[in-house]
């Protein structure tokens, strides 16, 4: 069965600082990824999605980064972190091929900068 | 424009009754795939139920049943004998592809009382 970790769970960071969080997923092959953020009782806002290693499609610009450097790692950074950029972010992936299109989300990290 | 419309924020519901979440939607496409997806305290985003456009017949998961009106691109969710762990907010959302972006709306938050 297929599976999505992300790590840290939680992580506070001082304004200027950099980020780097993970994403892996196990149980599948080129699947679909994705990386959303949700501000405190609000929606979800899609960030950036990937259909391969090194494709990167942005969504909205910001001060964050995306890069895929394996098949199944999705990586969110920054250079400098920003009060804003606080929020829980979440991955996703789903089927390249098949399925029923719905998408699979890990467990989130919850990053406060203050 | 793809847009999904949850107009309640709040709902509540007494233990052991049903309540009916309401969505609507629009897009140009004939064929998509619709979801519900709910989040509970934890954060963890799970699917709830799916509906594909082109099946008439309501999809319903133990508990969880959808009313699917395609002509008036209507999704409610139905929950029966409400139980205390239904405590969440809920989700909206709508694919129109394999490597399409689901669309979500703002979300419901849904209170079940003792």
């Known amino acids: 069965s297929q599976t999505i970790h992300q790590w840290p769970a939680t992580l506070v960071q001082p304004v200027g600082s950099p980020l780097s969080l993970e994403c892996t997923v196990e149980?599948?092959?080129?699947?679909?990824l994705y990386w959303y953020r949700q501000a405190a009782g609000r929606g979800l806002q899609l960030l950036f999605y990937?259909?391969?290693?090194?494709?990167i499609s942005s969504e909205v610009p910001q001060n964050l980064s995306a890069s895929r450097p394996q098949d199944r790692q999705f990586i969110l950074s920054s250079k400098k972190l920003l009060l804003s950029d606080s929020g829980f972010y979440l991955c996703?992936?789903?089927?390249?091929?098949?399925?029923?299109?719905?998408?699979?989300f890990g467990p989130g990290t919850r990053l406060t900068v203050l | 424009a793809q847009t999904v419309t949850q107009s309640q924020p709040e709902m509540s519901v007494q233990e052991a009754e049903t309540v009916t979440l309401s969505c609507t939607y629009d897009?140009?496409?004939?064929?998509?795939?619709l979801f519900w997806y709910k989040q509970p305290p934890s954060r963890q985003m799970i699917l709830v139920i799916r509906?594909?456009?082109?099946?008439?017949q309501n999809a319903t998961e133990n508990r969880f049943s959808v009313n699917f009106q395609k002509a008036a691109k209507s999704f409610s969710l139905k929950i029966s004998d409400s139980q205390l762990g239904d405590t969440a907010m809920y989700f909206c959302?709508?694919?129109?592809?394999?490597?399409?972006?689901?669309?979500f709306g703002k979300g419901i938050t849904l209170s079940v009382r003792p």
């Open positions: 996703a992936w789903s089927p390249a091929a098949g399925g029923q299109w719905e998408q699979f």
């Open positions: 149980g599948t092959s080129n699947p679909n």
């Open positions: 990937s259909v391969g290693i090194g494709q």
């Open positions: 897009t140009s496409e004939n064929n998509y795939y």
């Open positions: 959302a709508f694919n129109t592809g394999a490597n399409s972006k689901l669309t």
């Open positions: 509906q594909e456009a082109y099946k008439q």
